[in-house]
């Protein structure tokens, strides 16, 4: 989002990042599909884990298309429109995920919520650290 308050370039999603950007880009997915044999052995609520993984996917293609958007708007010279894309699909995800997690603890049981909700605090851990480590790897496409 700093990119786009100052005016630099941003690039769409993905577009000549190197393999490694990519793949820590998308570690929490692959995170999210390791998880699920944890949760068959430890005996989780899968209830928790299906609601988390289909809150934690959707979010991801908001970001895809949130980020194409704005790269969108940065073509036509149009920061505020771009920002505010961003901004609105920041807040979304964050809904989405949290409305699923209170849904499932509220409709399901307590234990799917708190399963659901240990697993996202999980996902999202892993995606900050995922951008971060992207960043560093290929910090002239995030110039």
């Given amino acids: 989002?700093?990119?786009?308050?100052?005016?630099?370039?941003?690039?769409?999603?993905?577009?000549g990042r190197g393999t490694g950007a990519t793949v820590a880009r998308y570690c929490d997915v692959v995170l999210l599909a390791?998880?699920?044999?944890?949760?068959?052995?430890?005996?989780?609520?899968?209830?928790?884990?299906?609601?988390?993984?289909?809150?934690?996917?959707?979010?991801?293609?908001?970001?895809?298309?949130?980020?194409?958007?704005?790269?969108?708007?940065?073509?036509?010279?149009?920061?505020?429109?771009?920002?505010?894309?961003i901004g609105f699909a920041t807040l979304g995800r964050l809904w989405l995920v949290t409305g699923t997690i209170l849904i499932v603890g509220v409709v399901g049981d307590?234990?799917?919520?708190?399963?659901?909700?240990?697993?996202s605090v999980v996902l999202v851990t892993a995606h900050l650290a995922g951008l971060a480590l992207a960043k560093f790897l290929?910090?002239?496409?995030s110039a």
């Fill in 34 to 85: 390791v998880a699920l044999p944890v949760f068959v052995v430890a005996g989780l609520p899968l209830l928790g884990y299906a609601a988390a993984a289909v809150a934690w996917l959707a979010q991801h293609v908001v970001l895809f298309l949130a980020e194409r958007h704005a790269a969108q708007a940065l073509e036509r010279g149009d920061r505020n429109r771009a920002m505010g894309a």
């Fill in 138 to 141: 290929e910090p002239e496409a």
């Fill in 110 to 119: 307590r234990e799917a919520g708190l399963a659901a909700a240990v697993l």
């Fill in 1 to 15: 989002m700093s990119t786009l308050a100052l005016g630099t370039s941003a690039e769409a999603p993905d577009s």
